[in-house]
């Protein structure tokens, strides 16, 4: 991969060629506290965008998957029904996103795009994004104490999935080249040539911030032959399920969490729309049927679906990407502390109890 050497004043010289290609390009900004969001770049704002900053808590899953769009339109003229399909096709790009959040994006492009159905709503938006990762090496302000990228193998360096790679030298910043639509940006003679010295300073901040995050997700891997084993204890998902307040948090914040539903809205005597929507396996309705069964009512039967689903090996198989990118997002709104990071812990803990093999001394 091709990389070059930007100086930090002409960092944002990156939005301005997207924005000349005739993108919307979406950037991150802090607002109060640790209220940070994603927005569209303005003339007015642009000088606002901030590289270090905490993730915002509201993914950029939602450029590729809005958490409400309209399928398509039904109007009724004279007697004749007719379907009519809403597609969007935008040409975006979005700035500062973090590695966590790439694999998300990764994760969806797997799930909609990846086997025999391509769904072709995902595919337009896709078709026309492009993205530049900014690695986290800010230790203060862009990782947060439930950040476990290290253990999910998905950061703080992304190695694939965007079209440039920013990373902070301190007076530089280094941008790596993903794609050839990338690579193209190169030709402004904005970018410098970087030396094997460059390459140096990365792998050493690179290895320095890896050893700054906080969490303790080591337990991963087990928990991962634990879930697909089958090997969880019941009164484990029971306490997890104890502990749920049914809210949808965890799956609204997700990079990498799929579910939708669907519904149709009456828009006038003659018109309807079919409009998908973000759904969440924690929430009651997500498994009832038609006809008022159902097969999940009890909140621990949908909080170890929701597990099972991320970790177990059946779904990372046949994705060949896992449903969780380590970005401690859910760990961080969940009200009952049973966040990503708390339930590998708790069922490694309470698995780790049964499985030991103690000796007998008779
Ligand atoms: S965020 Fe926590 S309390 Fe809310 S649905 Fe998810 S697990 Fe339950
Ligand atoms: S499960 Fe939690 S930690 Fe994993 S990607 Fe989703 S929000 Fe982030």
Redesign the pocket.
């Known amino acids: 991969m091709k990389a070059r050497i930007l100086d930090r004043a002409n960092v944002l010289k990156i939005v301005d060629l997207l924005r000349e290609q005739g993108r919307e390009v979406f950037a991150p900004f802090g607002g109060r506290g640790r209220d940070t969001f994603f927005d569209l770049v303005t003339n007015d704002n642009r000088d606002q965008i901030e590289i270090h900053l905490p993730n915002p808590y509201y993914p950029p899953k939602r450029f590729l998957l809005p958490h409400i769009e309209r399928l398509f339109r039904i109007q009724r003229t004279n007697g004749l029904i007719q379907i009519e399909p809403t597609y969007r096709e935008p040409r975006r790009a979005i700035f500062g996103i973090r590695s ?1 959040d790439l694999a ?1 994006i990764w994760h969806l492009d797997r799930f909609y795009l990846g086997r025999e159905y391509r769904d072709v709503y995902y595919e337009k938006r896709r078709r026309n994004l492009f993205l530049v990762n900014v690695v986290c090496t800010d230790v203060e302000r862009d990782i947060d104490d ?1 950040c ?1 990228c290290v253990c ?1 193998d998905t950061g703080p360096a992304a190695r694939d999935h965007f079209d440039l790679q920013l990373m902070d030298l301190g007076d530089e910043f280094m941008v790596v080249a993903g794609t050839p639509e990338g690579e193209a940006l190169f030709a402004d003679p904005v970018f410098r040539k970087a030396s094997p010295n460059h390459v140096e300073k990365r792998r050493a901040i690179l290895s320095a911030v890896r050893k700054r995050f906080k969490v303790a997700t080591s337990w991963f891997s087990a928990t991962v032959r634990y879930v697909s084993l089958g090997k969880v204890m019941e009164k484990t998902w029971e306490e997890v399920g104890n502990r749920c307040l049914e809210c949808g948090g ?1 799956s609204y ?5 799929t579910c939708f539903t669907v519904s149709d809205r009456q828009l006038g005597t003659q018109e309807a729309e079919r409009v998908r929507i973000w759904d969440a396996c924690a929430l009651g309705g997500f498994t009832r049927m038609a006809g008022g069964h159902n097969p999940r009512k009890a909140v621990h039967d949908r909080r170890n679906r929701r597990f099972f689903r ?1 970790l177990a090996h059946h779904f990372i198989q046949r994705e060949l990407s896992m ?9 961080e709104v969940c009200h009952g502390d049973v ?3 708390s339930v590998v812990e708790m069922i490694r803990r309470a698995s780790a109890e049964v499985d030991k093999h103690e000796p007998v001394s008779h």
């Not at 914040?253 to 969490?257: D, K």
């Not at 449903?323 to 760990?331: L, S, Y």
């Open positions: 966590c998300g439930d476990f999910a965890c914040v997700c990079p990498a969490c991320k449903a969780c990118a380590g970005c401690g997002r859910c760990a966040g990503m990071p």
